[in-house]
């Protein structure tokens, strides 16, 4: 080993050491958006963790739900489309050509939503999950519970 290479090892062994062992605790950072959870608000931040035969919620590193996976009797799906109208009236003020730009666009908030029975324990709850881990969760929770989720976007009302 030559001296340029001993000081490239010397400088990159921080490096590998951190990217090869960081800890991910595998679970996803998701916001309470309602349901019947006692401990945690509406818009909290809490952890969401898909283990094999349950899920649990975590906030301030606590469990503060856990359900079992055999429970849960529906797994639903849906987004929040609205447009940007606020921050493009500021944009406007600054440059029209911008603040028009910015009322033609959408902005996506992705919902999951969860129902479980467990003897006679029933509840629910909606979470909004980030918009590159929404496809993780469901994956997640549908291996887990064997359920299909269901696109509450897709479905219609007949009267």
Same mark, same amino acid.
């Not at 996803?28 to 899920?55: A, F």
């Not at 033609?104 to 969860?114: D, R, T």
């Given at each position: 080993?030559?001296?340029? %290479?001993?000081?490239?090892?010397?400088?990159?062994?921080?490096?590998?050491?951190?990217?090869?062992?960081?800890?991910?605790?595998?679970?996803?950072?998701?916001?309470?958006?309602?349901?019947?959870?006692?401990?945690?608000?509406?818009?909290?931040?809490?952890?969401?963790? #898909? /283990?094999?035969? %349950? #899920?649990?919620?975590? +906030?301030?590193?606590?469990?503060?739900?856990?359900?079992?996976?055999?429970?849960?009797?529906?797994?639903?799906?849906? %987004?929040?489309?609205?447009?940007?109208?606020? $921050?493009?009236?500021?944009? !406007?003020?600054?440059?029209?050509?911008?603040?028009?730009?910015?009322?033609?666009?959408?902005?996506?908030?992705?919902?999951?939503?969860? $129902?479980? !029975?467990?003897?006679?324990? +029933?509840?629910?709850?909606?979470?909004?999950?980030?918009?590159?881990?929404?496809?993780?969760?469901?994956?997640?929770?549908?291996?887990?519970?064997?359920?299909?989720?269901? /696109?509450?976007?897709?479905?219609?009302?007949?009267?």
């Amino acid at each position: 080993m030559n001296f340029k %290479q001993a000081i490239c090892l010397t400088l990159c062994a921080p490096v590998f050491a951190s990217t090869t062992f960081a800890a991910s605790d595998g679970g996803y950072n998701v916001k309470y958006d309602g349901g019947s959870t006692p401990g945690i608000k509406v818009g909290d931040e809490v952890r969401l963790y #898909i /283990d094999q035969k %349950q #899920i649990r919620y975590s +906030k301030d590193k606590k469990d503060v739900l856990t359900i079992s996976a055999a429970s849960v009797t529906e797994i639903n799906y849906g %987004q929040d489309v609205h447009r940007r109208i606020g $921050t493009a009236i500021g944009l !406007a003020v600054i440059s029209l050509g911008v603040g028009a730009l910015m009322a033609l666009s959408k902005s996506k908030k992705h919902f999951i939503g969860l $129902t479980w !029975a467990d003897g006679d324990t +029933k509840g629910g709850l909606a979470m909004q999950c980030d918009k590159n881990e929404y496809r993780g969760i469901l994956t997640g929770l549908e291996g887990i519970t064997g359920k299909k989720a269901v /696109d509450t976007d897709a479905l219609t009302v007949k009267n």
